[in-house]
C-alpha cells in the first residue's frame, strides 16, 4: 500500500446550531475551502472520484447519497457514499488510490445535528431491534455507562479521574478557534454535576454540533505536483468492528481500537506507538473513552498514571487532543473523526509536532473505530 | 476519473451464495446475511477466519428499519473484530458492493474479501413505498407528496413519447425475464405469462401496470473476491473483474434528459476502459441490465451502448436479448422475475454473470459459449450508475 498526501481541508460550522446554511450549503462551504487549500483545483476536472460519509437516519432523508454529488463537485463522476466516520471514509478513499483509479479524491462528511428533533430516539433505532430494542431503555447512555463502569473497574480509574480529562479537554479547547464547548472548568464542577447515568454527568458527555469537513487526498506524485512539499501524508490507516452485537462485544476494552490500531502501525511501520507519536487526537465523547481508547491504542498500558502525573497535557510526555477533543469542541456525527484530522493537521502546520495518531469511535452502540497515522513528509 | 488500464492487481470472484428472494422470508436481516456469506464462502473453500476484509451494502436504512445498518449486519455477514464498511448508492448499491470488494483487493488493503448486500422489505408497513416518501427534496419536493412509481410513469411515458415505443413492445421485457425466472431456483416471480396478460394487469401510475414492476422482497446474495495468486489457490476456475465503473448524476432529476440514462453511459465508459472493450454490442456475451420496471432493461441495454438510443426494443422483438439470442439479457429472471431485495438484487446480477462466465448456471446457462460478462445497477433519483465487467 502506497501512502497517500493530504493535499487540501477545508470546514464549515462547529457551532451548536448552523441556521444560517443547509447542510448542502454548509458542504459546499466546506469543500471550496478544501480545494481552495489544495491549490486551488477544480473538483470538475481534477478530482477523480468523490466519497461522502453520512447516513440515512441523521439526515431525515432516505437514500441521502442522493444529496451527495452537487455540493462538492461530484455529479457525473464517480461519487458514492461510505456510511461510516469519515476515517472510513479516508480508508476508501486510500483504495480508490492504491487500486489506479484515481490520482485525487475529496472525501466529505458532515453533521447538521441541530435539524434532528429526536435524537436519543435515533440512537434507539440502532440498537438491535430483538435484544436491545425490545428493552425501551430510558436513556441512550446506558451502554457507555456499562462499559465505564467496567473499564474503570478493571483500571482503577475513579469519578475524580474522568473528571480530571473534562477539565483537561475543555480547558485546551480555549486553544482552537471551532471550540464551541470549550471552557476553564475545573474538575470539581464535573463532580458536583448529577449523574445523567452512573458514572457520567452531563459534562462528561460530548454535546453535538454541526460542521462540515472535506478533505482532499492525493498520491504522493500528484501531491508533489500539486503542492510542492506543503501536504501532510497518512503513512497508515486500519478501521476494524469488534461486534455490533452489545452481548458478544467485549465491554470495558476498547477492542475495535486495538484491532484498528494494529493494522495502521503495521502499515506506517511504527513499533512503540507511545514513543513513536508526538500527540494523539482521540475519540473523547464520553470522558472514559479518552482513557479507554488510549489503552486500545497502546498509547498508555496506565492510563489513569499518566493522566494524573499530567503526561496527556498540552506540556506533557505525549499531549492528548491538545486543542480540546470532542468534550471541546462537540461531536459532527459522521465529521468526528475529520474533526480530530483537522486538530492534527492544525497542530502539524502550527509546528508543534510532526508525527501524531488520529483515533475515532462510531458512538454509541457501535464497537467501531478508525486510525490514521499522519505524518510531514 | 483516471482509469487504470493496466491493472495494479487483478481481482478475481471464487465463491458466491444466496439466499431465496421472498416476500416475507422468516429470518432476521442478520440472518439472511450470514445465509448468503456462508453459502459464498462454502463455495470459495474459505472460512470465516480466512476472510481479512467485509464490504456490506445496502440500501434505504428505513426498509430493515434499523439506524446505522452497516453496523447492524455487520454481525451477520460475519465482520466481527475485523475492518468491515458499507457502501451505498441507493439502488445501485449491490453492484457497488461488487465495485467495493474488487478496490479492497486491488488496492492491496486485503486478500480475501467478502462482499454481501442484503435487503429486508417486509418489515415497512403497509408497504415500502411508505419508505419512499422520504427520498425527495424536503423543501421542493416533499411538500408534493411524489410517489415513486409517479415518477418512474414519467420516465417511462417519456421513454415511450421520444421514440415512438409501445406498451406492447416493453412487455416483452417482463415476459421474457419472468419466462427465465423459472430456471431459476432462488426466484419469486417466475411465470410464463403473454403481453397480454402485463396490459391486462392493474394500473398503478400511468403507463406503469402492476406486471411492469418487480415485486417487493426480502434476500441476501454475498461474493468471496481474492487476490490472484489466492484465487489460483482455491479455484481452477476464477472469474475476474476486469473493469469498474460508477457514476452519480446530479440530484436534480426534473431538469434531466428522462428518456436516456446518461449516468449508466458515463460508468459503463468507465468499466469498458478498464476492460478494453471498444466495441461493446461486439464484445459482451451475456448482460444482466438492472430491470426493477420493464421499461428500465431497455434504458439500460442503450445506457451501456449494447443498443442505439430507443433501439433496444426492437432488438428484444427480434430474440437479441433471448436467452439463445445474441446478447441474452437477464437470463437469471432479473429483478422482475427473480424478485428485488434492493441491494441484494444487484449483487445477485454480478452472481449470475458469475455463474454464467463459471458454466454453473444450470438450467439459466446460456445456449452460447460466454466469456465476458456485465452487470449493472441503478439508484437514488434516478441518478446512480453501476457497472462491473467480468470475464472467464
Same mark, same amino acid.
Given at each position: 500500500m502506497n501512502r497517500i498526501a493530504v493535499i487540501g481541508v477545508g470546514w464549515y460550522g462547529f457551532r451548536p446550531t448552523t441556521p444560517e446554511v443547509s447542510f448542502r450549503e454548509m458542504v459546499f462551504e466546506a469543500s471550496s475551502r478544501a480545494y481552495a487549500d489544495a491549490g486551488n483545483i477544480n473538483p470538475r476536472n481534477d478530482v477523480d472520484s468523490f466519497i461522502s460519509c453520512q447516513e440515512d437516519f441523521w439526515e431525515g432523508i432516505g437514500i441521502a447519497d442522493e444529496f451527495a454529488p452537487d455540493q462538492i463537485g461530484g455529479a457525473m463522476r464517480p461519487t458514492m457514499t461510505v456510511t461510516g466516520d469519515s476515517l472510513q471514509g479516508l480508508a476508501h478513499a486510500l483504495m480508490h488510490i492504491n487500486s489506479g483509479i484515481a490520482d485525487i479524491v475529496s472525501v466529505e462528511a458532515h453533521s447538521k445535528v441541530s435539524d434532528i428533533l429526536t435524537f436519543s430516539d435515533i440512537v434507539k433505532l440502532s440498537m438491535d431491534p430483538i435484544y436491545v430494542r425490545s428493552i425501551n431503555p430510558q436513556n441512550m447512555h446506558f451502554i457507555a455507562g456499562l462499559d465505564a463502569v467496567k473499564f474503570m473497574e478493571r483500571k482503577g480509574v475513579s469519578r475524580e479521574d474522568l473528571a480530571i480529562v473534562v477539565e483537561k479537554n475543555k480547558k485546551n479547547g480555549l486553544s482552537s478557534p471551532r471550540s464551541s464547548y470549550a471552557s476553564n472548568i475545573k474538575a470539581s464542577d464535573v463532580l458536583m454535576k448529577d449523574f445523567v447515568v452512573y458514572p457520567l454527568t452531563e459534562l462528561d458527555i460530548a454535546p453535538f454540533v454541526d460542521g462540515a469537513i472535506t478533505v482532499v487526498v492525493a498520491d504522493e506524485e500528484t501531491a508533489k505536483k500539486v503542492k510542492k512539499d506543503d501536504y501532510l501524508l497518512i503513512s497508515g490507516i486500519g478501521y476494524a468492528t469488534d461486534s455490533n452485537n452489545l452481548e458478544t462485544a467485549e465491554l470495558g476494552k476498547a477492542e475495535y481500537m486495538r484491532i484498528a490500531s494494529e493494522m495502521a502501525y503495521k502499515m506506517a511501520k511504527v513499533n512503540s506507538p507511545r514513543k513513536h507519536f508526538d500527540a494523539v487526537f482521540v475519540?473523547?465523547?464520553?470522558?472514559y473513552k479518552e482513557l479507554e481508547h488510549l489503552e486500545g491504542l497502546r498509547i498508555s498500558e496506565e492510563p489513569v498514571k499518566d493522566l494524573r502525573e499530567g503526561n496527556f497535557s498540552p506540556q506533557g510526555e505525549i499531549p492528548v487532543n491538545p486543542f480540546g477533543g470532542h468534550l471541546a469542541k462537540g461531536v459532527p456525527l459522521e465529521a468526528s473523526g475529520f474533526s480530530l484530522l483537522l486538530d492534527a493537521i492544525d497542530y502539524i502546520r502550527q509546528g508543534k509536532g510532526e508525527k501524531v495518531l488520529v483515533a475515532s469511535w462510531r458512538g454509541i452502540p457501535t464497537f467501531t473505530g478508525s486510525v490514521l497515522v499522519v505524518e510531514k513528509p | 476519473m483516471k482509469v487504470n488500464i493496466h491493472l495494479n492487481k487483478r481481482v478475481a470472484i471464487i465463491g458466491a451464495g444466496m439466499t431465496l428472494f421472498r416476500r416475507r422470508l422468516l429470518e432476521t436481516p442478520q440472518e439472511i446475511a450470514w445465509e448468503a456469506s456462508n453459502k459464498a464462502l462454502e463455495e470459495a473453500g474459505l472460512e470465516l477466519k480466512d476472510i481479512d476484509c467485509v464490504v456490506i451494502g445496502s440500501a434505504p436504512d428505513a426498509f430493515d428499519g434499523v439506524h446505522l445498518k452497516g453496523e447492524y449486519l455487520a454481525h451477520g455477514s460475519g465482520g466481527i473484530k475485523k475492518p468491515v464498511s458499507r457502501v451505498f448508492v441507493g439502488g445501485a448499491t449491490g453492484v457497488m458492493t461488487a465495485i467495493a470488494g474488487w478496490y479492497h483487493v486491488a488496492s492491496g488493503l486485503c486478500q480475501k474479501v467478502l462482499a454481501v448486500a442484503e435487503e429486508k422489505m417486509s418489515p415497512d408497513r403497509p408497504h415500502p413505498q411508505a419508505v419512499f416518501r422520504y427520498i425527495w427534496d424536503p423543501i421542493l419536493e416533499k411538500p408534493l407528496n411524489p410517489n415513486l412509481i409517479w415518477i418512474f410513469a414519467m420516465e417511462m411515458h417519456r421513454y415511450m413519447a421520444k421514440y415512438g415505443i409501445k406498451k406492447e413492445e416493453i412487455a416483452l421485457v417482463s415476459v421474457k425475464n419472468k419466462r427465465n425466472a423459472i !430456471? !431459476? *431456483?432462488?426466484?419469486?416471480l417466475g411465470a410464463n405469462i403473454t403481453v397480454e396478460d402485463v396490459l391486462n394487469s392493474e394500473v398503478l401510475v400511468w403507463p406503469v401496470q402492476l406486471l411492469d414492476v418487480s415485486p417487493v422482497s426480502d434476500g441476501g446474495a454475498a461474493i468471496v473476491m481474492t487476490s490472484e495468486d489466492v484465487a489460483r489457490r482455491y479455484t481452477d476456475t476464477p472469474i475476474w473483474v476486469e473493469g469498474v465503473g460508477w457514476t452519480l448524476d446530479n440530484t436534480e432529476w426534473p431538469g434531466r434528459d428522462l428518456a436516456y440514462p446518461r449516468y449508466v453511459e458515463f460508468a459503463a465508459r468507465m468499466a469498458y476502459k478498464m476492460a478494453g472493450i471498444e466495441r461493446p454490442d461486439k464484445e459482451i456475451d451475456v448482460v444482466e441490465p438492472y430491470d426493477p420496471f420493464d421499461y428500465k432493461e431497455l434504458h439500460h441495454l442503450e445506457g451501456l451502448l449494447l443498443a442505439k438510443k430507443g433501439e433496444a426494443p426492437k432488438l428484444l422483438k427480434e430474440g437479441v436479448f433471448d436467452i439463445d439470442g445474441d446478447i441474452p439479457s437477464s *437470463?437469471?429472471?432479473g429483478l422482475l422475475g427473480v424478485g428485488n431485495p434492493i441491494a441484494a438484487a444487484g449483487l445477485m446480477k454480478v452472481i449470475s454473470i458469475y455463474w454464467q462466465l463459471k458454466g454453473t448456471a444450470g438450467k439459466m446457462q446460456v445456449k452460447r459459449p460466454v466469456h465476458t460478462g456485465l452487470a449493472q445497477a441503478w439508484g437514488d433519483l434516478m441518478q446512480a450508475g453501476t457497472v462491473i465487467v467480468l470475464r472467464n
Open positions: 475519540d473523547d465523547r464520553y470522558s | !430456471n !431459476n *431456483p432462488y426466484a419469486q *437470463p437469471s429472471g
